[in-house]
Structure formats: C-alpha cells, structure tokens
C-alpha cells in the first residue's frame, strides 16, 4: 500500500528523513464542502506527531498530491478517506544514531537537551563514574550525544542518550538556550535554502493554479450526489483533475524564518548561504573564505 | 506487616515534638528499595513504602528527607516502579511549609527532564492543587493570600514544565480537560479551578483561546441543565421554598410507617431543586469568574495596544461562539459573555453584528445555524445599549434589503411553510423585534422616521409569505402597534386575517405540527445574582409605549391570551393588549416582571 521512498537525510546529527510516500486521511463530514482544508488540516495535524506508519514523528511535509479523483465513505463510518501523497520529513532517531541538541536543564547527575528546540534527550548518569562529561555542561551549550534508548510511540517522545561531546563555543561564554534557533540554522542551512527557494516558487505558480481549480470544484461538488456503488458509496472530490495540488501548509514557520533573517541581520544566515561547510576529523566546522584559507566556526 | 522492619526510625524524642501523631520514618535509601525491588529480592519495603506514602501522615521533615533522595536517584525512578511516582506525585505538599515546596519544585522538574513519559501524571498532579481547600465560595472574586500563594506555587511549577518541555503543552490543554472538576462537585471547586485556568493564560498567551474554548464548554454544559424557570422561581420564592424544604423534613419524620409516593416524590423534587440551586451557584460564580478575567485582561495594558489587546480577546471569542454556542440549543447566560465583550469598544458590536449577518446570508450554512444567528442578532440589537442608532440602522437595513430580495425570488411561494423558508421567517421576526424594542431611538427624529418608512414594512408584511403569521404572537402585537402609531405600515387587517385562517393541522404521526417559529431570544433577561453587576449597566429594559387610556383588567387580558379571537379585535389595536405568553394565574406576577421562556421579554401590563 505504501510506497516510500528515502530521500536521504537533510543533515547530520538531526535524525531527519526526507520521505515520500503514500497517505491516508480520514476527514470529517463537515469538510465535504471544503476538501483542500481538510486535507490541510489533516495534514497539519500529523505534525510534531508520532506517525506510526511513517515509525517516527512527522517535522514538516510539503508537495501533498490527492491521490484519487474520489473518496470512500465504507459502511457505516462518517468519516470520507482518502488517499495523498505527500514528502514528510521525519524525525527518526535509533539506537546509535547521533544527535545535536542545545542543554537546556543540568542537574547532579542529568543533562537535558533539545533536539531541534523541541525533542527532549535526557543524557543520564548512568554509571555513576565522577568523571562525567556531563558536570561540565553549562546551560545553552550544545552538544551531541548517542542514543540509547528510544520511545516515540507517547504523547511526549522519550530519548534517552549518552553525551558524546560537549561543544565549545569560541568565546567560551556560551548562547542562552532562547537564542539557539540562529546557531542551528546555521547548520541546517547548505542543504535546506536551495530547497526554500523552491518552495517559494512552486507555491506561488501552484496559488494560480488553485485559484482557477477551486471554483470549478465548487461548482463540481455543488450539483454532484452521492452515489451507490455496491458496496462502498463514493463521494465525489473533483471530477476535473486527477491531482489537485495542495499548498504547501508550512507557511507559518517559514513566514516565521523570513522574520527572522529580516529582524536580524547580521546574523550569520547569509553569510553560510553561499559556502559550504566541511567538517575535519575533529569535528569542527569550517567553511573556505574568498582567499581559500579555512575559517572555523 | 510489620512496623518493626523499617529501617532509620529515629527516636520517639524527636518524633515527639512534632505533632502528637505517630509518623513512621521514611526511609530515605530509595536507591536499594528500588533495585532491590527490580532485582525481585526484597519486594516487601517497597510495598512498605507505598503505603505509607498513601496514609497521608507523613511530618514535613520525613517527607523532606525522601524527596531529597528521590532528586539525587532520580534515574531509578522510571516507569517499572510507576507506582511509586505516582504516589510520590500525589503527596500533599502545597499545604506545608515552603522547604517542602521547593523540594518539591525540584524533584518534579528533574523527573519529567529525565523521564519525559511522566510529564502527564505530574501535570494532572499540578492541576488537582487547583481545586483549593474548603468549601465556601470565595467573598469577592479573588482568593486569600494563603490561597493565593499555594497556587502561585503550583503556576510556577507548571510554567518551568512547559519550559524545560516544549511539547508538554498540548498534554497540558488534555489535563486540563481531564482534571476540570464535575459541575456537582461544588461551587467553590469549581471557582478555584477557573480562576487558577485564566491564571494559566496570562503567562501562556498562546495556549489561551484553547483554554477559553475549554471553560465556555463546561460552563455552557452547566448552562443547560438549569431550566429558567427554575431560576425565576428562586427568585421570587426563595423564603417560600425554604419554609416548604422545612416542612417536608418534618412530615417525612412522622410518617416514616408508611411513605406515601406523593411524600417519596416530594422529597426528590426538592433534592433536584437543591442540586439545581448549587448547580445555579455555580454558574453564577463561573459567569463572575469569566467576566473577570475580561475586565482584567483589557485593563492589563492600557495603552496604545489596548486596541489590539481588546481585538484579539474578541476574536478567541467570536471563535468560539461560531463553533460552540451557535450550535448549542437552550443555553440562557454563556452568550452573556459576548455581550459583555461589546460593550468594551464601540467597534465590537459592530464586528459580532458582522459576523452573525455574514453567518445569515452564508448558503453553505446550516439552517438552524442560520435561523439562531438571525435570533442573535435581533436580541442584541435590541437588548446592547452599545448598539448605536448608526449600527441599528445599518443591520435594519441589510435585513430589510434581504427580506425583499428574497420575497422578489419567491414570487411562486402561496403558503406560508416555516420549515421551506425558516431562515426568512427569523430575519423577519427579528426585523419586527428590534422595530418594535428601539421604535423610539429610530422616529426620533423627523429624518428617522422617513428612513424608517423607507425599509418598506408594510409591503413586507403584506406579501405572499405573510412573515407575521409564523411570528411570536407579542412580538407581532407589539410591532402592529408600534407601526401603526407611527403609521409605518398596517398589521391588524393581516392579523386578523392570519387568526381567522389559523386551522389546526394534525399530521400522520398524530402530533400537532409546529406552525410558529421556534423563538430564540439568547438575551432575555440575566438572572444570576452576583455575575449580574457585569450586564446590567448596558442592558436595555422594554420600553412600552404610552398612550392613556390603556389601562386593561387582568380578564381581558387573560382573553387575548394565544391566538386573539376575532371579537376581541378592537382592543388589540391598542398597545396594551398584546398577548401574555404566560399562564393566566401567574398574571399577577407578571405584572411587575418580564415574562420569560419563550417570550421576547416586554413588559407586559
């Protein structure tokens, strides 16, 4: 039934996958009037959720595609289901993988850090030994540790890792674990804005499209009747297209990122927009500056 | 089991000078309980420890103790001994001194950091600290220092919680929902926890309009279990029925050999009315409770976001107004709290206004929704004081406008079907209704009254749907009269007509068919006591016209009571005459009250 397909990892020490596959949705009867907010909202309310089949939590999703032209209303459920394709990206940690977080709670013997300001890790003490890494982490500071154990399936994902390294900032006083939204940007950013930048395209050139589709649904669904058809009535979605494109939900955050970079700017998001960064065996960060000597971050 | 194993019991001196009660030493190793109880050697003091964590006996200082070496083998703590949180979780600690507290703080932040899956528990735990002690409602809206500072402690707890764990919030809105306190659990339960839930929204502006939709679902769900009989009665009768209370204990004394069914049924009755008397208390303390909060949010910052400030209150409102109280059938004061909200700012009605005629005229729309919005928007604009002239005006206008627009599209339609053309119906009703309540702010002026006679009434009234017919009997009187003193438009002949062809029709099933509308006025009079002082000033009382020589005897008007007959006629030409809508018998009381149900509310004579 479903067809997935990696699309890779957006990049390391995040535990994200990129991946497409195929969907169910389960809408409500009140949306029989208005598919595309259904679909929206079904789609946003997988978001920060544990998908089982997709065996971890959805971050984002984009390129969400209705997959037939009808939906199904089997025996007596009120609920219409249908079927999208869409790319999700997923937050899939495993036992072993490594993750990057920012420490946001430090007691005797426990860090707590954030993963991608949102998952909580909890790097226990395990062994009790006194030489620790963990006396030495300071509240904002980042840090990768290990996963060892890992439960996604509660209302609340639970991680529990080993520390791996605690990262030094370069002037030693370390950023307050509010402001870490621009350190991790940073990180993020030779593999996501290409993507953005699309995104943004796209959108626009699909809004036109819609635009045009939604009154012919309207007009669609308006004169059209539910039918009988053996033993699964069908509802008819859109009779025009056998895709309807749906915007891409994720407007928020990505208005709330374009307020960012405009708030600030003189963070250091454009500067990493046009080099890439390498990482050394060490695992320090360092892009090549015009004259192609090495600059660490 | 034996009190003799436990471990570290210290001297009976020390114990001695706490309280006279016996305390049992905690133990304070919990690292060896707790792996001695994975291990599965010693399972007993784990037990041990259970229980005498539940017998609630335990002095501050052994309480202390354990907490502190909970916080240090908080790594232990995880979900194979979920007992023993839980329990550590329940104790009573907001009640004792501020080290306990504290500690308290601290253990539960390092749990729920280290052991993310306890996080619901330990929320639940928080918000049951919400419930307060005692049982006397509070004397003003506000609790007692001791109290206040109990629950600080506890918002504090919660707000590092959604700190340290970003996704908590939404377990948080679950708990508060599980945690609310059930509406016969009593008054002051149910006050507390309110108020510490707006608390909630002043440090958590983003969780507020999930929050807000929450309370108004459990207050609208007590809401319509009180009848507002029953509340027009406590009033009136609250000494009679106290009397009556005391009598009925007293006969069911005497006649315990043999309880007749009608004593048995008696004695339910007034238990119901006790039940739905508190149930009443509480929704006046919870009404109080959200005006409050209203008050206080505007006032808050009252500067130049004041206007932004007032706006996005009302939109959480209008939000959940739209989804909730629209759909909802026989609530009398929860809409009380978007009337208040109007009467912050002179734009506010006119947004709700907006918002309830966009509802009207939205096809895709329910028509019951439709219907019970045209009902808001009459009693609104005849009840708000802040509905201006101007306002007034414009809404008469689009109604009007819409009323002839769809009388020109109906041309074909002979009979008068309220269930074909409900929507038309309630637009026109609610048309004579706030004709009828503000004719004196409308003909004020000459320049009114040509505005008014412009609306087109009486070709309205005489078209083919015949939109008084299905009207309210009072609210078609008293529109007649109000448009025939001012000689707008000419109703008798219609009404006259209409009682003469008014047959009784009897379907299939037996039932006698509805042919009135099914009347809806959301803002008739508010009878809740205490939450009163929040409406009163901006609500608007019925207004008769004068004119001497109305004066009417109680028999003639118990004779126009339902449909006038036709002989009868001549004095319902006169304003005073409109029907009574209540009994007969209750007349005498009428008098000097409003009649309520389904009744719009005028004054009757």
């Keep these: ?297 | 089991m034996s009190i003799l194993r436990l471990e570290g019991t210290p001297s009976r001196a020390s114990l001695a000078g706490l309280t006279p009660r016996v305390h049992f030493a905690l133990p304070s190793d919990i690292d060896s309980i707790v792996s001695n109880f994975l291990t599965g050697t010693d399972k007993t003091r784990y037990q041990e420890l259970l229980v005498s964590l539940k017998s609630a006996s335990n002095s501050d200082e052994n309480l202390i103790n354990l907490l502190e070496s909970c916080y240090t083998n908080v790594n232990k703590l995880d979900e194979r001994v979920h007992s023993l949180v839980i329990a550590i979780l329940n104790l009573n600690w907001n009640s004792s001194s501020d080290t306990l507290a504290s500690k308290f703080q601290q253990f539960l932040l390092e749990l729920v950091a280290t052991h993310t899956y306890f996080t619901s528990p330990a929320l639940e735990s928080l918000l049951r600290k919400f419930y307060g002690f005692g049982d006397e409602p509070w004397p003003s809206t506000k609790p007692s220092v001791k109290e206040e500072l109990h629950f600080s402690r506890v918002h504090e707890t919660i707000n590092q919680i959604l700190k340290i764990i970003p996704m908590s919030a939404n377990v948080l809105l679950q708990a508060c929902d599980i945690c609310f306190p059930f509406m016969k659990r009593g008054s002051r339960v149910n006050q507390s926890y309110v108020y510490n839930l707006f608390k909630i929204c002043t440090y958590r502006p983003e969780m507020r309009s999930k929050i807000l939709s929450l309370i108004i679902k459990k207050v609208i769900s007590i809401d319509v279990q009180i009848p507002r009989k029953l509340l027009e009665a406590l009033d009136d009768d609250e000494e009679e029925m106290e009397t009556d209370a005391k009598m009925d204990d007293t006969e069911t004394v005497f006649t315990m050999d043999d309880v007749s069914r009608s004593a048995a049924s008696r004695i339910t009755s007034v238990v119901d009315t006790n039940m739905q008397q508190q149930l009443a208390q509480t929704l006046d303390l919870l009404m109080e409770q959200i005006f409050v909060f209203i008050k206080e949010f505007c006032s808050r910052d009252a500067d130049e976001n004041e206007i932004i400030h007032h706006q996005s209150i009302f939109m959480d409102f209008l939000d959940i107004f739209e989804h909730q109280l629209l759909n909802v059938h026989g609530s009398h004061h929860v809409q009380f709290c978007m009337f208040y909200l109007c009467t912050l700012r002179p734009i506010l009605p006119e947004l709700f206004l907006t918002a309830l005629w966009s509802k009207v005229t939205r096809m895709g729309e329910n028509a019951v929704v439709r219907q019970t919005a045209a009902h808001y928007i009459a009693s609104v604009v005849s009840r708000g004081r802040f509905v201006s002239v101007n306002a007034t005006r414009s809404i008469l206008q689009q109604m009007s406008k819409w009323c002839h627009a769809y009388v020109e599209a109906q041309q074909d339609a002979t009979i008068c079907d309220v269930k074909m053309h409900g929507i038309f119906y309630s637009v026109c009703q609610g048309l004579f209704y706030i004709v009828a309540f503000r004719h004196a702010d409308l003909v004020a002026t000459e320049k009114g009254l040509k505005w008014v006679q412009s609306l087109g009434l009486a070709k309205l009234v005489t078209s083919r749907l015949n939109p008084l017919k299905p009207c309210l009997p009072a609210v078609a009187q008293n529109f007649a009269t109000v448009t025939r003193t001012y000689q707008i438009a000419y109703c008798f002949t219609v009404l006259e007509k209409n009682s003469r062809s008014q047959l009784p029709t009897v379907s299939l099933s037996g039932q006698q068919t509805v042919t009135n509308l099914n009347c809806f006025f959301p803002f008739d009079p508010y009878l809740l006591n205490r939450s009163a002082v929040f409406v009163n000033d901006q609500y608007r009382e019925y207004e008769p016209l004068e004119q001497p020589g109305d004066e009417r005897s109680d028999s003639e008007n118990e004779e126009t009571f339902g449909t006038p007959p036709k002989e009868s006629l001549p004095k319902c030409m006169s304003p005073g005459s409109f029907t009574h809508l209540v009994s007969p018998t209750k007349l005498s009381r009428s008098l000097d009250k409003f009649s309520y149900g389904s009744s719009p509310g005028f004054k009757a004579y």
């Design chain 1, 1 to 297: 039934m479903e067809i997935e397909e990696h699309m890779g990892a957006t990049s390391e020490g995040d535990a994200c996958v990129w991946v497409h596959c195929v969907k169910e949705l389960y809408l409500q009867p009140h949306y029989f009037n208005q598919v595309q907010k259904g679909v929206g909202d079904a789609m946003n309310a997988t978001i920060n959720k544990y998908q089982g089949d997709l065996a971890g939590v959805v971050r984002q999703h984009k390129n969400v595609k209705l997959l037939s032209v009808d939906g199904t209303i089997t025996d007596e459920e009120s609920y219409i289901k249908l079927q999208v394709e869409a790319d999700f990206e997923v937050f899939r940690p495993f036992v072993g993988c490594k993750l990057k977080g920012v420490v946001n709670k430090v007691s005797a013997n426990n860090v707590s850090c954030l993963v991608h300001e949102l998952f909580n890790v909890s790097c226990p003490n395990t062994m009790g030994s006194d030489d620790w890494v963990g006396y030495n982490a300071v509240l904002g500071q980042e840090i990768t540790c290990q996963v060892t154990k890992v439960d996604l399936s509660g209302r609340i994902p639970y991680i529990r890792a080993s520390i791996v390294k605690l990262h030094q900032t370069e002037n030693g006083n370390h950023k307050h674990f509010n402001d870490e939204e621009e350190e991790e940007v940073v990180e993020e950013e030779p593999v996501e804005t290409p993507k953005k930048k699309k995104k943004k395209k796209d959108k626009s050139g699909e809004r036109v499209k819609e635009k045009k589709k939604k009154k012919h649904d309207s007009e669609e669904e308006a004169s059209s009747t539910p039918k009988k058809k053996s033993k699964s009535r069908r509802e008819d979605v859109s009779s025009e297209s056998e895709v309807i494109e749906i915007p891409e939900i994720d407007i928020l955050k990505a208005l709330k990122r374009k307020r960012k970079s405009g708030d600030l700017p003189d963070s250091p998001r454009p500067k990493s927009k046009k080099r890439k960064l390498h990482m050394n065996e060490a695992g320090d960060k360092f892009y090549y500056d015009d004259d192609g000597g090495p600059i660490f971050v």
